[in-house]
């Protein structure tokens, strides 16, 4: 069965770095799309960054724009996460998540369908 | 501010029914297809339904979703205490770069 596993979350002081990874299996990774998704303590979901399979094509929300960094191994079966200049309210739980989204000529259609358990960061002096 | 707008909290009864409205705009809801989050205390979300009202395998019939105009919503019929959970609705909207977004999420009680 599809499985993803995050890793790497912890504790990091303003304007440190975290490296969040997420470990597939049960799939054949190389075919899909990828998203990190994340949720701040009693907050509701938002999308963080997108990868496509062969990561030719990426995407970020605007809020973590220019500091951080998605990229993906598919020999390892790996999803990655690169975190710089962290703000405290990039404070969250991290998600992997298996992204189904496309685009046909008219619409576009939005499908996270597998995700993982979740890694927690927490940015604080 | 997320750009689709759901209600805060719901209530019913087990065994009632209950819908949850996730309300946009043109540039996403109005032309691009929806899906459903269920997220229950400390799991991780869970797709409950794509395209608009496809159910993925294993979810059952009880959740229905539906889409008119600008504005989606999830049904649940025969309210169990297990559905006790935040659900959140999603889309695509075409303003954006990465074009994807959620809604602010719903709190379900089953009293």
């Known amino acids: 069965q599809v499985q993803l596993v995050e890793s790497g979350g912890g504790l990091v002081k303003p304007g440190g770095s975290l490296r969040l990874s997420c470990a597939a299996s049960?799939?054949?990774?190389?075919?899909?799309?990828m998203s990190w998704i994340r949720q701040a303590p009693g907050k509701g979901l938002e999308w963080v960054s997108y990868?496509?399979?062969?990561?030719?094509?990426?995407y970020y929300a605007d809020s973590v724009k220019g500091r951080f960094t998605i990229s993906r191994d598919n020999a390892k079966n790996s999803l990655y996460l690169q975190m710089n200049s962290l703000r405290a309210e990039d404070t969250a739980v991290y998600y992997c998540?298996?992204?189904?989204?496309?685009?046909?000529?008219?619409?576009?259609?939005?499908?996270?369908?597998?995700w993982g358990q979740g890694t927690l960061v927490t940015v604080s002096s | 501010q997320s750009v689709l707008t759901q209600p805060p909290s719901v209530s019913a009864a087990p065994g009632q029914k209950v819908t949850i409205s996730c309300s946009g705009s043109?540039?996403?809801?109005?032309?691009?297809?929806v899906s459903w989050y269920q997220q229950l205390p400390g799991t991780a979300p869970k797709l409950l339904i794509y395209?608009?009202?496809k159910r993925p395998s294993g979810i059952p019939d009880r959740f229905s979703g539906s889409k008119s105009g600008t504005s989606a919503t999830l049904g649940i019929t025969g309210l169990q205490t297990g559905d006790e959970a935040d659900y959140y609705c999603?889309?695509?909207?075409?303003?954006?770069?990465?074009?994807?977004?959620f809604g602010g999420g719903t709190k379900l009680t089953v009293l």
């Open positions: 043109s540039s996403n809801i109005g032309n691009n297809y």
């Open positions: 990868i496509s399979s062969s990561d030719s094509t990426i």
């Open positions: 049960g799939f054949t990774f190389s075919d899909y799309y």
């Open positions: 998540a298996r992204d189904r989204s496309y685009c046909s000529s008219s619409s576009c259609y939005t499908e996270f369908d597998s």
């Open positions: 999603g889309t695509w909207d075409s303003s954006l770069s990465g074009g994807r977004v």
């Open positions: 395209d608009n009202n």
